[in-house]
């Protein structure tokens, strides 16, 4: 397919998963301001924006807004629906009518938010929103290579995702004098991973084991080696479809990620550092997207005629 | 003004159809509908209003629903609107179609000799047919373009040229259009919409098929393959999203089973041209090229052009890709140079114009200029090298300020200006207001020139222009369109 075509979806993909992601953060976050009291808000929607990647210093009481509507900024929900939308606009022909549909309800409906409406609700219709497109998108859409693409979009944005949300919160809250349980059912929520962690490990609130969860659980899609795994299995599938010789790169440096997160323990991350660690697999994460673009997307010409 | 004699009683939905001087397509001087009219009239006569309106309806959803819409430049992102469609088809017998089709097989015959001549020994501007500094002047005129072989001296691959009906029912060209003539998927997609609605109409008029434009285009398209080259790649070239025919341009890749690609997507290496894949680098042999000559290559044309292909021209040179429409034609549907077409037919072909022109003058005549710069009211002045409706007085409906300020535009530059008389256009019935009414309309053949095969799909579309009395039909200036309907025998 053409290049410029796999990047619209791919990028169309993370948009639209950083969004979902986003939103489910931010509604977290606001339910658990709830029960903390009113003078630490500066320092958690700090962290909140710290944890999501965000540059901008937003006095407390615009993080909430600003976060959904800035159209200035690049990380805001609604930046991140647009933008989903106008890379599908370029390749509206690679996607079924269902999917562009969806997506420009999503669209219409992040443009219309009343600014004083219901925030949880609409955040909540986000997350569906999002859910909603992802399946449509499985139904409705030849899992070829485009669909491949889209797939891998999603699965590098999660994991980046995660390891920043996860790296962030362990900084703050990992080893403190009293366990906050609210703070870290709040981590498992923003991954909508608490009632999977409970049912895999029981109610008890465990630090370590929520990062086993969170990072090294094999089937829980919204853990980092799942991810990692996905990726993987995605872009190797992309490497079978073409007659690319050039893609043994992507597939190994994909492949060293899925290994870091595959033969990690928690006990010996925990004890050199899951900070690092999780550095690691973030820088992983860009050396993977970086070798995605360079054989995919945007290959010098001459390397393209030698293979 | 008389209005339609139709028998003893008048027909609720003719009640205010009125006719004037101009030629009515359904209807003659005294009021009787057309013979090839009369199926569309009984079936008329039989439908409720309301049956009509919920036919419209669903007409307007089966456009909604494929996303044909159109983008008048000038308009914010976010406003792409459904184009117009009128239900009522526009009917034309096969007799008087043959003649149409034999003079414009003719004509683009005549055009693809004269560019061939102007881009080689230039014997007609040598013979004094055509004046050399019409020629020279046009910033159409591609020196680049001087002594290149185009392949199968094909220039103009794909034409749309408009004709008119006058008072006296005589169909002549208007204008001929040869760079990028667009229009053609709205012609086909209201076929399809219409035998949907009218299906017992269609059959009983027993209308000549339309459908094969897109296979008859791919096969051009192949013919023009570069010499040695058996399985041609071919690819359509589109400015992208934000051009106003972007759904044409999707619409016809599709259909032709092609990919649709923008500058970006191509690179030229060696002076072949690439199309960058997830699976590396795919030769293109030939491309239909949707972009304007002008914006095709930055290092040949525009420079600050983003949306062209750097190096694509030497490439084209090279003999490496095979470009449709070629670059340069637009010297050929110059207005100042279309006054000159009969006796470019007569000179290259020895035949008289089947045919006729309208009546032009020329600016850059000191005297045609005065002639009519005194009495501009009575004519329609078109800047020389615009299409879509643009630059564009219609003396009759004009105010004294806009007849002021073309008066200034004239003088500044004569050459970049013609005059026609205003031409009543024929007019055909619309669903409008409520009731049937007479528009104006014109006709788009869309002709395909493959160097030896002429193929012309019958009818093609009818533009109309909505507003009551307007003259302009163009879609970009608020027209419509009506499917055509030739019929057999």
Redesign the interface.
């Known amino acids: 397919?053409?290049?410029?075509a796999?990047d619209s979806l791919f990028w169309m993909s993370r948009y639209l998963e950083r969004g979902e992601h986003t939103a489910r953060v931010l509604n977290v976050q606001l339910y658990l301001m709830l029960e903390r009291g009113p003078g630490s808000d500066d320092r958690h929607l700090a962290r909140m924006l710290k944890s999501l990647g965000v540059e901008s210093a937003w006095p407390a009481a615009e993080v909430a807004p600003s976060l959904i509507h800035s159209t200035t900024s690049a990380s805001s929900i609604v930046s991140c629906i647009v933008s989903a939308r106008e890379n599908a606009?370029?390749v509206?022909?690679l996607i079924s009518s269902e999917m562009w549909e969806q997506l420009n309800r999503l669209f219409h409906a992040v443009k219309r938010a009343d600014q004083a409406a219901d925030v949880r609700d609409f955040l909540h219709s986000i997350q569906e929103g999002a859910h909603l497109f992802q399946g449509i998108t499985d139904s409705t859409m030849t899992h070829g290579?485009g669909w491949q693409f889209i797939q891998a979009g999603r699965y590098l944005e999660r994991a980046i995702a995660v390891s920043t949300l996860v790296s962030v919160h362990f900084r703050e809250f990992y080893g403190a004098a009293e366990l906050e349980p609210v703070e870290w059912i709040g981590l498992l929520q923003s991954c909508t991973a608490f009632e999977a962690y409970c049912k895999a490990y029981t109610a008890e609130i465990s630090p370590d084991r929520i990062a086993e969860f969170l990072v090294l659980n094999a089937v829980f899609p919204h853990s980092i080696r799942f991810s990692a795994d996905a990726l993987a299995t995605s872009l190797k599938t992309?490497s079978q479809?073409?007659?690319?010789r050039r893609t043994s790169r992507v597939e190994r440096i994909a492949g060293r990620m899925q290994a870091t997160l595959a033969f990690g323990q928690m006990d010996e991350i925990l004890s050199a550092g899951l900070q690092s660690y999780l550095d690691t697999v973030r820088r992983q994460c860009l050396q993977v997207y970086s070798a995605v673009y360079q054989t995919?997307?945007n290959?010098p010409?001459e390397a393209?005629?030698g293979? | 003004m008389a209005g339609v004699a139709s028998g003893p009683e008048l027909p609720a939905f003719l009640q205010n159809y009125e006719l004037d001087g101009a030629h009515d397509e359904m209807f003659d001087r005294t009021g009787q509908v057309r013979p090839h009219y009369q199926h569309l009239y009984d079936a008329l006569l039989e439908l409720p209003a309301e049956e009509l309106r919920r036919r419209q309806q669903i007409a307007d959803l089966s456009f909604l629903h494929q996303?044909i819409t159109f983008t008048v430049y000038g308009r914010d992102e976010g406003t792409e609107r459904i184009f117009p469609n009128d239900l009522l088809p526009r009917i034309l017998t096969g007799e008087e179609w043959s003649k149409i089709e034999s003079g414009l097989v003719q004509r683009i015959t005549a055009l693809n000799l004269f560019l061939k001549d102007l881009y080689h020994e230039a014997r007609i501007l040598n013979d004094g047919i055509v004046p050399r500094e019409l020629i020279y002047s046009c910033k159409h005129f591609r020196r680049q373009m001087r002594g290149f072989h185009v392949r199968r001296d094909a220039y103009v691959t794909v034409a749309g040229t408009d004709l008119i009906r006058t008072p006296s029912g005589e169909f002549v060209v208007l204008e001929d259009n040869l760079r990028v003539p667009s229009g053609v998927s709205y012609m086909l997609v209201s076929r399809q919409v219409m035998k949907r609605i009218f299906p017992e109409l269609f059959r009983k008029c027993s209308v000549q098929a339309i459908e094969h434009y897109a296979q008859a285009l791919l096969a051009t398209l192949r013919s023009l393959a570069p010499q040695g080259c058996a399985e041609p790649s071919i690819a359509l070239l589109t400015p992208?999203?934000y051009n106003s025919a972007y759904f044409e341009h999707?619409f016809l890749?599709?259909q032709m089973g092609i990919?649709?690609?923008?500058g970006?997507?191509l690179?030229v290496?060696d002076n072949f041209v690439?199309?960058?894949?997830?699976?590396?680098?795919r030769r293109v042999d030939v491309i239909y090229r949707r972009i304007d000559d002008d914006f095709i290559d930055p290092i040949a044309f525009r420079s600050d052009s983003s949306l062209g292909v750097p190096g694509i021209f030497n490439a084209y040179r090279a003999g490496n890709v095979s470009l449709a429409n070629a670059l340069g034609t637009g010297v050929a549907d110059d207005k100042a140079v279309y006054a000159y077409v009969p006796k470019i037919i007569r000179y290259y072909l020895g035949e008289d114009p089947i045919l006729n022109n309208v009546e032009t003058f020329q600016m850059s005549n000191a005297t045609e200029r005065a002639h009519v710069l005194g009495d501009l009211e009575k004519f329609v002045v078109k800047a020389v090298g615009e299409s879509g409706g643009y630059g564009m007085l219609v003396g009759p409906q004009s105010t004294a300020s806009q007849r002021k300020e073309f008066c200034r535009r004239v003088e500044a530059d004569p050459r970049n200006y013609i005059a026609q008389p205003t031409i009543h256009l024929s007019r055909a019935p619309c669903i409008a207001e409520g009731a049937i009414q007479p528009r104006h309309v014109d006709l788009r053949p869309y002709i395909l020139f493959g160097g030896e095969k002429v193929t012309i799909v019958p009818g093609g579309l009818t533009r109309v222009a909505l507003r009551k009395g307007s003259l302009v039909v163009n879609s970009s200036q608020g027209g419509g369109s009506k499917d055509t309907w030739v019929l057999h025998g």
Do not use: C, F, K, P
Not at chain 2, 259 to 262: D, F, N, P, T, Y
């Open positions: 397919m053409l290049s410029r796999a606009r370029q509206r022909e290579e992309i479809e073409g007659s690319n995919y997307i290959y010409v393209a005629l293979a | 996303g992208g999203v999707a890749a599709r990919e649709l690609v923008e970006r997507d690179v290496h690439y199309t960058r894949t997830t699976a590396g680098l």
